[in-house]
């Protein structure tokens, strides 16, 4: 299983709204990230889980709250969110690199979410 | 900090024929991981080919090969026998070598047209 699956696929919502994003991995990967990509841009981090702890904030607002509840999920609490926030949101899990040794740590990506805020 | 440059925003090629995306990136380090990947209208990023930093030799994998120019900092991407299925948006990207998750650093992008 090589896959990271993302739900849902499209949401829509007010900027009153609070709505989740789920991600869900099944690979053992103990590295799991959350990218914004907005149209015909690259996507941008947001954050990095490492072994379910926040390990990286690219200074996002805290209307975006990240959960990692366990080594399978990764979640992404939506508050009071901006028009400007409408994008395709990515979520990715690898491998975490061992301090010795070598291992194949590429990303694997979900096929995201198409949020938009009205 | 780690930059990554596309310089082709769209590039196009006929079916069958050959063609050569371009990147270029900047780094300090001396070990790292270099990316290619696909991203189709269906939104998903998909990992083409993979280059470590310390093995001299050019990653291939079917159709699709890189020329990796350490010293110039230069990773290109080539696609041989092109297909319609090809048409894609391609982003370089650049990862550290370390012992935590670390995050992908990507071009701009390289929108690849094919063409009958």
């Known amino acids: 299983d090589t896959e990271v699956t993302q739900t849902p696929k499209h949401l829509v919502m007010g900027m009153t709204n609070k709505k989740s994003l789920k991600c869900e991995q099944h690979?053992?990967?103990?590295?799991m990230y959350w990218y914004k990509q907005k149209a015909k841009k690259p996507p941008e981090l947001m954050f990095v889980?490492?072994?379910?702890?926040?390990?990286i904030n690219e200074s996002v607002p805290s209307r975006f709250s990240p959960e990692c509840p366990n080594s399978s999920l990764l979640n992404l609490h939506l508050h009071a969110l901006q028009p400007e926030d409408s994008a395709l949101y990515l979520c990715?899990?690898?491998?975490?690199?061992?301090?010795?040794?070598?291992?194949?740590?590429?990303?694997?990506f979900g096929q995201g979410t198409r949020l938009t805020v009205v | 900090a780690q930059t990554v440059t596309q310089s082709q925003p769209e590039m196009s090629v006929q079916e069958a024929e050959t063609v050569t995306l371009s990147c270029t990136y900047d780094t300090s380090e001396s070990d790292y991981y270099l990316f290619w990947y696909k991203q189709p209208p269906s939104r998903q990023m998909i990992l083409v080919i993979r280059q470590e930093a310390y093995k001299q030799q050019n990653a291939t994998e079917n159709r699709f090969s890189v020329n990796f120019q350490k010293a110039a900092k230069s990773f290109s991407l080539k696609i041989s026998d092109s297909q319609l299925g090809d048409a894609a948006m391609y982003f370089c990207a650049y990862r550290r070598l370390t012992g935590t998750a670390s995050k992908l650093t990507f071009g701009t992008g390289t929108r690849l047209q094919v063409t009958l």
């Open positions: 889980y490492s072994y379910e702890k926040l390990s």
């Open positions: 990715a899990s690898s491998q975490i690199q061992p301090r010795t040794g070598r291992m194949n740590t590429e990303a694997f």
């Open positions: 690979m053992g990967h103990r590295a």
